[in-house]
């Protein structure tokens, strides 16, 4: 599958942002979904990740109550709504798929990537 994200940009704290990651060919509802974070500097980090039904979620603490992940299967696309917008969230946002378990925060567990978009908070 080929996944392609979208939707960063500048933003000020305390503002929303929302991302979108659409997925090519026809087996997007056999994958669990999950975006993860780079910020200039440090590793990747979990952010949140959805079940292949999209009726569970898991979300990173620092996320949790901020950010929100949904999927349409009919358009094979996977969100990221965040609110209450952050410095600290600023970073190079990526969308993965994986085969196995939506519960799984490690980013070696994702089989398929797409770029990244860059979302960028000012305080």
């Known amino acids: 599958v080929q996944l392609q994200a979208s939707g960063g940009g500048l933003v000020q704290a305390g503002g929303s942002l929302r991302l979108s990651c659409a997925a090519s060919g026809r087996t997007f509802s056999s994958y669990a979904m999950g975006w993860l974070r780079q910020a200039p500097g440090k590793e990747r980090e979990f952010v949140g990740s959805i079940s292949r039904s999209g009726g569970s979620t898991y979300y990173a603490d620092s996320v949790k109550g901020r950010f929100t992940i949904s999927r349409d299967d009919a358009k094979n696309t996977v969100y990221l709504q965040m609110n209450s917008l952050k410095p600290e969230d600023t970073a190079v946002y990526y969308c993965?798929?994986?085969?196995?378990?939506?519960?799984?925060?490690?980013?070696?567990?994702?089989?398929?990537w797409g770029q990244g978009t860059q979302v960028t908070v000012s305080s």
């Open positions: 993965a798929a994986r085969s196995g378990s939506f519960y799984y925060s490690l980013s070696n567990g994702y089989d398929y």
